[in-house]
């Protein structure tokens, strides 16, 4: 009984351990027992199933001896999707030393900028187990060494949404046309690209992998009247990872935004809607195991995650709020946390705006942290298109801009409040306010250097005059419980609760929703446009 005890508690850490491997849940119990014998040959991590048939010629050794080389054993890649590991989402062990915050600018080894420059987009980066960085943009796909020496690019592979990685591969879709792919993560080489569907949504749709199944959205959203801010997805799929044929297609109730697949098991995986309404599926044929109804006339571009007991936090907004949202102590705002096993809501928190972000949980479990404020997306030069104007009345129209926005008043100039914006920290078990910190009201029109974006549309230099960022990047905590969120006005945030305080560093420029990467002795900071690496 002692030897089985042992085997079962050793099964279920190591598959806590091992939620990124590419292959179905039975996988992880290819272990062949001798309960009458104190030993027991040591599960292995598998790439492929083939790998495991192998499994019985390695040498038999004892459990416990087993079991410490194996935990002890590092794992996988550093970065490997949008919010870091699975089972980890949006923390990071590598968080910067005390001495590296206080000298941030002398820590800053390379920037990466495009000949596009402001026109460039850039959706996120990932870590790869060697410390290669990926930088996933509308102009292709790059990776790089840790120093900033080129190894691949895929710039043939234009609109990518965020990738992920799973295995040896890079797993990502181009929007518009909805041309999946997998890409030999060491070379940049195609495995294989295949069209999964007519079109895409038009916002900012994560790829997600896991147990050899990829997860995203496709199609459009029929009814979706506010198309100058983006489109909907329509429905999520299931992809096999192998050869690109589809699982499973599930419609949810309102479209989808910003889609990031959960992944509570290995055998399920859990996406949210614009309406906040969660629905848990199966991970290899999209049947239903709950679903929770969202709030019905609201729309969120925020999402959801998973903290270290299992359950499920949310971002979201209250019924009949969608036309207000962006307004100033709205209080449209709800963070939600649900029990993963059954969806029951747990608790729901009411926030001052609305909320508009992708929840982190602290390492320890104890604190759910969010960044609050309201979006913009509203650059007055773009009010001049079509009105046939000459080049000096738009440039003149242009100066008077930057003079408002450099006056901290162009919001309250055109009738509107400055907005408020902080970094929140509320418990985890209840739901409770713990701590909060308020930053300055932002006072543009649309946030940093959209304004330059509209400008240089104008003049025929931009594709399509924006970037249109959420007011703040995700937040992701390190080991020490230090906040780093980037916040649209061009500062990135290192904000450490324990004593309030606040060290920035001027990017410049707007960020996108998955936020900071880490691996050992590195920080990626990704802006609209640019990335900003620091080495410590």
Known sequence: RSILAQVEGFIQTWEKRHTDTPYKPYMSKLCILFAALPWAFVCQHCDDPGECEAAHSHSVTFLQTSIHKHISKPNGHYWPHPKGRLGSLSQTPYGLPTSAVKDLDDHLAWKWVLPENLSAFVWG????????????????????????????????????????????????????????????????????????????????????????????????????????????????????????????????????????????????????????????????????????????????????????????????????????????????????????????????????????NFPAVSPDGKTVVLSDGANVLDPPMKWLRGMGNTSEEIDRFYAFQQELLANKTQLNYYGHDNLNASILGFDASTGTLRWEHDVEPWYGMSFALDEERAYLWLKGEHPFGHCGPPHWSGPIIDQEGKVYVSRSDGLLHIYDPRDGSDKTFRHGDGALMSGVTFADGLMVVPTCSWVYVFKY
């Open 125 to 356: 980066t990932l870590i790869d187990k060697n410390r290669n960085i990926i930088i996933a943009s509308q102009q292709g796909l790059y990776k790089y060494t840790a120093d900033g020496e080129p190894l691949w690019n895929r710039t043939d592979i234009r609109g990518t949404q965020m990738p992920a990685v799973m295995g040896d591969n890079l797993y990502g879709m181009k929007a518009g046309d909805a041309s999946m792919y997998s890409l030999d993560l060491d070379t940049g080489e195609t495995v294989w690209m295949k069209k999964v569907a007519a079109k895409t949504g038009q916002e900012g749709d994560m790829m997600e992998a896991h147990n050899g199944v990829l997860v995203t959205a496709v199609d459009q959203e029929e009814t979706w009247t506010m198309r100058e801010v983006g489109i909907p997805a329509k429905r999520a799929i299931g992809i096999n990872a192998t050869n690109a044929e589809e699982l499973w297609s599930y419609i949810p109730e309102c479209g989808i935004w910003n889609i990031m697949a959960l992944f509570p098991d290995q055998e399920s995986t859990i996406i949210m809607d614009y309406c906040g309404g969660l629905y848990r599926l199966n991970l290899y044929d999209g049947s239903e195991v709950w679903k929770v109804r969202g709030s019905l006339f609201s729309m969120t571009d925020g999402g959801s995650t998973l903290g270290p007991d299992g359950n499920v936090y949310t971002c979201s907004n209250a019924p009949g709020t969608q036309l207000t949202m962006d307004e100033k102590d709205t209080h449209a705002g709800r963070l939600r946390k649900y029990d993963v096993s059954n969806g029951k809501l747990l608790w729901e928190t009411k926030l001052q705006n609305a909320c508009m």
